[in-house]
């Protein structure tokens, strides 16, 4: 797994804690189960596309390519 990637998740008591972090933004988020975790990466590019300014079409589904996810 790449140590530098921003994505990361680490087991907490209610689950998953699956984080983003880099140098201006910072999200966590926490997922039931280990099957959720992927859909969450998701959902959460997308906001942060939005915090950054980036435009978004309703419906764009686009193939999107994410780093790998380092469990912790």
Known sequence: MDAESP??????QEGYRV???DDT?????IVS????????????????K?????VTTKGDHSDV???PL???
Do not use: C, F
């Open 7 to 12: 994505w990361k998740a680490s087991p907490v």
């Open 19 to 21: 984080t983003y972090d």
């Open 25 to 29: 933004i910072s999200l966590a988020v």
């Open 33 to 48: 189960d280990p099957a959720g975790i992927e859909s969450q990466r998701h959902r959460m590019l997308e906001a942060l």
């Open 50 to 54: 939005v915090l950054r300014g980036e």
């Open 65 to 67: 390519s994410l780093p």
């Open 70 to 72: 380092t469990l912790n």
